[in-house]
């Protein structure tokens, strides 16, 4: 094999080498999901759909998760007034761990008139990972404070995932076993940008540049071996 082809076959499995880190790193994965919401409201039940995307943000040893809602839930016979209802939520976690997570967010900026879909605004919350593997973000109940009253909305058709994450437990904590959904058919939310994505690049650029090493260094013994020969 001739110089210029061993050069080019290196190069080859170098770039080869690299994009199949690519393809093995772990990614987030990020889906809309429509919650159909059961409310419990001081002037009786109503229900409301909205579609709901759940983004998370590297933080520390944990994840800033973000929960927001595409339409407005339930509504008030009168009008809420600026700062008059407070809403929180709790994120379900499945997968290689479990529990909640609760989000809260500001109140209202502006009034609410009335018999109006209430807008939620986005909601965010702080997890930290008991466990290591893939870990699912699910909607669960959000809950509406205003005027002195209580109103609890529960998702009633089972709504899978908005968020799939791959995670490290603080401390090196132990995978449970579990495995989470990670499918993104029908999704219309955007990746969040997680970590995983850059840590993906970095390691196929060291791949295929320790690969790329390896044949200079093979070339450069060949060289030295031929001259010597000569």
Request: some cysteine; proline content about 7%; aromatic content about 4%.
């Amino acid at each position: 094999m001739s110089y210029r082809n061993r050069t080019a076959a290196f190069a080859s499995v170098a770039a080869l080498a690299g994009s199949a880190v690519l393809l093995a790193a772990p990614l987030a994965r990020a889906n809309v999901v429509s919650v159909n919401y059961q409310c419990q409201t001081p002037i009786g039940a109503k229900s409301a759909v909205s579609p709901i995307d759940i983004k998370g943000v590297r933080s520390g040893s944990g994840y800033r998760l973000t929960m927001s809602w595409q339409k407005g839930v339930s509504s008030s016979p009168v009008e809420l007034g600026k700062g008059a209802m407070n809403p929180s939520a709790e994120i379900k976690l499945g997968g290689a761990d479990n529990g909640t997570v609760s989000v809260t967010g500001p109140a209202n900026q502006a009034a609410i008139p009335a018999n109006t879909p209430i807008k939620i605004n986005d909601l965010t919350g702080t997890y930290t990972p008991k466990k290591t593997g893939k870990v699912t973000f699910t909607p669960g109940v959000l809950t509406i404070k205003a005027l002195g009253t209580t109103t609890t909305c529960t998702p009633s058709n089972n709504p899978g995932p908005a968020l799939t994450l791959d995670v490290t437990a603080a401390g090196g904590g132990g995978s449970s076993g579990g495995t989470g959904g990670t499918g993104t058919t029908g999704s219309t939310g955007s990746l969040p940008q997680t970590g995983p994505d850059d840590s993906a690049i970095a390691l196929g650029t060291l791949g295929g540049t320790v690969l790329l090493a390896g044949a200079a260094g093979a070339l450069w013994i060949t060289r030295r071996n031929q001259t010597a020969r000569r």
